[in-house]
């Protein structure tokens, strides 16, 4: 395992995976401000005093009140603010959804239909899920931008929350340059079947809205069109499995979308304890491709020693993720899957030539964030966790950040000795 990890961090050092991520990912230019993560911000939204009280008793209702919403010196006026989220709902300190045009049609804020403000009620550390997006970003998965900000409510300080770049048309206007295909959001029930990715048949209602819940073209889901992609996935023939494939999904894509996720250790996404969950899917418009967007990541960073295997070889054949266990019977994808996970390793562990010394950028992260965060956690007055379990929290990310890569490089090591699978080739410098 040392020898591993010392050629990774030689090859972090000799070539820098993270590069100047591409425009497209970036999102809309007039956002920029609002997402600059070298702050905090703070955010301020006026409302009614009985409708933010009646919000917070009925918060796991979805109803909207009207508020004003100031960022610096920007107001928008009458937009719609909400109780948002599943597990994390709260009614001490809410997770809200902020829709700028909700009472005024096709009102935007720089270029934003709508914001989310994350209340953070299941992680202590307030950082698991940025820590997580920038990662997929670095990998060069498009995902949303986030930044954390001091909410205020009525001038009154209301918690630590984070903002998070809405996963909607602007975004896909600006990341694949076109916002007229299919996006769907996958939503789990709490009270349904897991799925994972098994034939439910032909009929376009057993996939659509439950559990792709479709975000555009609403009144046109096109649901038959996501049946014949299960269709595809569970088709027997191994000799056109492949080629079946390639017209819905680019499954090296795919693959290295997963392989983060297990990196990352999350218990709750495609590889799911509860089967997938928190994902977008989005069908590029006049085809039948699709492709992955993360969405929710506060399940991360369990801990460093979890198998990047978890769900893939330790369930029942019936709990097992058609598609990634079908995808790794390959070699060349296994070969690909691998290769993605040293590349979480390599940019995790990327160095800074000013600073040799600190770990890595997902040391380095972790403490840039705790610094910007740090006095307004502790002062955050409606937090349901203690000031000793935050610095817990972001003690064991600290750990993760130490001890993931060389666990991680293990486990690579021992599947490809068993597999005979051989390492990617080093740059000719390096042979």
Same mark, same amino acid.
């Given at each position: 395992?040392?020898?591993?990890?010392?050629?990774?961090?030689?090859?972090?050092?000799?070539?820098?995976?993270?590069?100047?991520?591409?425009?497209?990912?970036?999102?809309?230019?007039?956002?920029?401000?609002?997402?600059?993560?070298?702050?905090?911000?703070?955010?301020?939204?006026?409302?009614?005093?009985?409708?933010?009280?009646?919000?917070?008793?009925?918060?796991?209702?979805?109803?909207?009140?009207?508020?004003?919403?100031?960022?610096?010196?920007?107001?928008?006026?009458?937009?719609?603010?909400?109780?948002?989220?599943?597990?994390?709902?709260?009614?001490?300190?809410?997770?809200?959804?902020?829709?700028?045009?909700?009472?005024?049609?096709?009102?935007?804020?720089?270029?934003?239909?709508?914001?989310?403000?994350?209340?953070?009620?299941?992680?202590?550390?307030?950082?698991?899920?940025?820590?997580?997006?920038?990662?997929?970003?670095?990998?060069?998965?498009?995902?949303?931008?986030?930044?954390?900000?001091?909410?205020?409510?009525?001038?009154?300080?209301?918690?630590?929350?984070?903002?998070?770049?809405?996963?909607?048309?602007?975004?896909?206007?600006?990341?694949?340059?076109?916002?007229?295909?299919?996006?769907?959001?996958?939503?789990?029930?709490?009270?349904?079947?897991?799925?994972?990715?098994?034939?439910?048949?032909?009929?376009?209602?057993?996939?659509?809205?439950?559990?792709?819940?479709?975000?555009?073209?609403?009144?046109?889901?096109?649901?038959?069109?996501?049946?014949?992609?299960?269709?595809?996935?569970?088709?027997?023939?191994?000799? =056109?499995?492949?080629?079946?494939?390639?017209? &819905?999904? *680019?499954?090296?894509?795919? %693959? +290295?979308?997963? !392989?983060? @996720?297990?990196?990352?250790?999350?218990?709750?996404?495609?590889?799911?304890?509860?089967?997938?969950?928190?994902?977008?899917?989005?069908?590029?418009?006049?085809?039948?491709?699709?492709?992955?967007?993360?969405?929710?990541?506060?399940?991360?960073?369990?801990?460093?020693?979890?198998?990047?295997?978890?769900?893939?070889?330790?369930?029942?054949?019936?709990?097992?993720?058609?598609?990634?266990?079908?995808?790794?019977?390959?070699?060349?994808?296994?070969?690909?899957?691998?290769?993605?996970?040293?590349?979480?390793?390599?940019?995790?562990?990327?160095?800074?030539?000013?600073?040799?010394?600190?770990?890595?950028?997902?040391?380095?992260?972790?403490?840039?964030?705790?610094?910007?965060?740090?006095?307004?956690?502790?002062?955050?007055? =409606?937090?349901?966790?203690?000031?000793?379990? &935050?610095? *817990?929290?972001?003690?064991? %990310? +600290?750990?993760? !950040?130490? @001890?993931?890569?060389?666990?991680?490089?293990?486990?690579?090591?021992?599947?490809?000795?068993?597999?005979?699978?051989?390492?990617?080739?080093?740059?000719?410098?390096?042979?």
């Amino acid at each position: 395992m040392t020898r591993v990890l010392l050629l990774l961090v030689s090859l972090v050092a000799a070539t820098p995976v993270a590069a100047q991520e591409p425009r497209s990912l970036l999102g809309p230019a007039s956002a920029d401000a609002l997402f600059d993560d070298s702050v905090v911000h703070d955010i301020t939204l006026t409302i009614n005093k009985d409708d933010w009280q009646t919000l917070k008793a009925r918060y796991l209702e979805d109803t909207y009140y009207p508020a004003d919403f100031r960022w610096r010196n920007n107001v928008v006026r009458n937009v719609g603010i909400k109780s948002r989220g599943s597990g994390s709902r709260s009614g001490t300190k809410p997770g809200l959804k902020v829709d700028f045009s909700k009472y005024t049609s096709d009102q935007t804020f720089m270029g934003l239909k709508s914001i989310v403000l994350r209340n953070n009620t299941q992680d202590p550390s307030n950082l698991r899920e940025r820590l997580s997006m920038l990662l997929y970003r670095r990998m060069g998965i498009p995902a949303p931008r986030e930044v954390h900000a001091r909410l205020f409510i009525n001038g009154e300080f209301a918690g630590l929350y984070t903002i998070v770049e809405s996963l909607d048309k602007p975004f896909l206007r600006n990341t694949f340059g076109d916002d007229s295909g299919w996006l769907y959001k996958y939503d789990y029930p709490a009270d349904a079947a897991p799925f994972y990715f098994e034939d439910r048949g032909l009929d376009p209602g057993a996939y659509v809205p439950t559990p792709f819940s479709p975000e555009t073209h609403s009144s046109d889901p096109r649901g038959d069109i996501i049946a014949s992609w299960v269709q595809a996935i569970n088709d027997p023939r191994e000799a =056109v499995w492949r080629t079946l494939m390639a017209g &819905f999904i *680019d499954l090296g894509a795919f %693959l +290295r979308f997963v !392989a983060i @996720e297990a990196y990352l250790g999350d218990d709750d996404g495609v590889l799911g304890n509860w089967g997938m969950n928190n994902f977008y899917t989005y069908r590029f418009p006049g085809t039948s491709t699709f492709t992955l967007l993360p969405w929710d990541k506060s399940d991360t960073f369990p801990g460093p020693y979890g198998s990047v295997w978890h769900n893939i070889v330790d369930v029942p054949t019936q709990q097992q993720n058609r598609l990634v266990n079908r995808a790794l019977n390959y070699r060349d994808l296994r070969a690909s899957w691998l290769a993605s996970l040293e590349d979480c390793i390599t940019s995790s562990l990327e160095l800074d030539p000013a600073q040799p010394e600190d770990g890595g950028w997902l040391a380095r992260e972790i403490e840039r964030e705790y610094a910007q965060i740090h006095a307004a956690a502790l002062a955050d007055p =409606v937090k349901p966790f203690t000031n000793e379990a &935050f610095e *817990d929290s972001v003690n064991a %990310l +600290r750990v993760f !950040a130490q @001890e993931r890569p060389g666990f991680v490089a293990a486990e690579i090591a021992a599947d490809r000795a068993r597999t005979g699978l051989r390492p990617k080739p080093l740059p000719d410098a390096d042979r």
